[in-house]
């Protein structure tokens, strides 16, 4: 279940963020808003949590701005701050930063974990602290993630099924596997409530069926075998939900290359707007 694995070019590209990121301030000593990936802290239970911020170079308090909360996979858990911008999103917005006019979110899940349970409600106090510090529309606010963190756009959006206005699962899944378990530590009761449910993946649809969704899986993936996306989308379908599915033929694991590359992905996915309340 790796989100990616440790490269040479991956290693010297989060050197250069390392070198590059500024302190965690939402402003500069002239008062000027400052801009790029922003490494920040969160304090939750008594814990220090290192994320990550992206924001626009054009951006302005003066305007709302849409926001993204990203999952990061396996290969990117850690303490750092930076490795869950390196790979997916983080990735695509540095090859092509006029693609994504929002405000990105990247928490981290520490080594040994997944997000569920309390790294779940991490990520969800790092969005919350995120729309607190910034000029954002609450309307639009929107998840996706790769891998785990494809499992974890699953298991969040079923959670907060009202704070999104549409999601972007890619290559995840519903149900851990027996032999995947160890590898993400002890399996909360509320994600073992899903995995024991009679039909895990209508469970899951039954909650979030209002919400529009992208989902895109590697037809060839080593990893989380594509049928995982495919029965999630056929619940969600059943369901009469307002799901788009892309498979990629020839694609492994790592689909969230060409997924975050489609030209069409942002304008789609920014074009939605959570009902008012």
């Known amino acids: 279940?790796?989100?990616?694995?440790?490269?040479?070019?991956?290693?010297?590209?989060?050197?250069?963020?390392?070198?590059?990121?500024?302190?965690?301030?939402?402003?500069?000593?002239?008062?000027?808003?400052?801009?790029?990936?922003?490494?920040?802290?969160?304090?939750?239970?008594?814990?220090?949590h290192h994320y990550q911020v992206f924001v626009p170079p054009d951006y302005t308090p003066e305007r709302t701005w849409p926001v993204i909360l990203f999952l990061h996979g396996a290969g990117e858990r850690g303490t750092d701050g930076f490795k869950q911008t390196a790979v997916g999103i983080g990735q695509a917005i540095r090859m092509n930063v006029?693609?994504?006019?929002?405000?990105?979110?990247?928490?981290?899940?520490?080594?040994?974990?997944?997000?569920?349970?309390?790294?779940?409600?991490?990520a969800m106090a790092a969005l919350d602290e995120?729309?607190?510090?910034?000029?954002?529309?609450?309307?639009r606010v929107?998840?996706?993630?790769?891998?785990?963190?494809?499992?974890g756009t699953w298991y969040v959006a079923y959670h907060w099924p009202d704070r999104f206005a549409a999601i972007?699962?890619?290559?995840?899944?519903?149900?851990?596997p027996e032999a995947a378990r160890g590898f993400f530590g002890e399996l909360p009761p509320e994600q073992l409530e899903i995995q024991s449910a009679e039909d895990p993946y209508r469970k899951v649809a039954e909650?979030?069926?209002?919400?529009?969704?992208?989902?895109?899986?590697?037809?060839?993936?080593?990893?989380?075998?594509?049928e995982a996306s495919r029965r999630m989308v056929e619940a969600l379908r059943e369901l009469g939900a307002d799901v788009q599915y892309t498979e990629y033929e020839g694609v492994g694991h790592e689909a969230w290359e060409p997924a975050?590359?489609?030209?069409?992905?942002?304008?789609?996915?920014?074009?939605h707007r959570r009902p008012k309340e």
């Open 168 to 176: 972007v699962p890619i290559c995840g899944f519903i149900v851990f």
């Open 98 to 122: 006029e693609r994504f006019p929002a405000i990105v979110v990247f928490p981290q899940v520490p080594p040994g974990r997944a997000w569920f349970g309390e790294q779940a409600e991490v």
């Open 260 to 271: 975050y590359a489609e030209f069409a992905l942002m304008p789609w996915l920014l074009s």
């Open 1 to 48: 279940m790796h989100g990616s694995s440790t490269t040479l070019w991956g290693l010297s590209l989060l050197l250069l963020i390392a070198l590059v990121v500024p302190p965690a301030r939402a402003q500069d000593c002239d008062g000027t808003t400052q801009t790029g990936f922003l490494l920040r802290t969160l304090e939750y239970n008594g814990q220090t």
């Open 207 to 226: 909650r979030i069926k209002h919400l529009p969704i992208w989902v895109f899986h590697g037809a060839d993936d080593p990893v989380v075998p594509v």
């Open 142 to 151: 929107y998840l996706t993630g790769l891998s785990m963190g494809g499992h």
């Open 130 to 139: 995120v729309m607190a510090t910034y000029s954002v529309d609450p309307e």
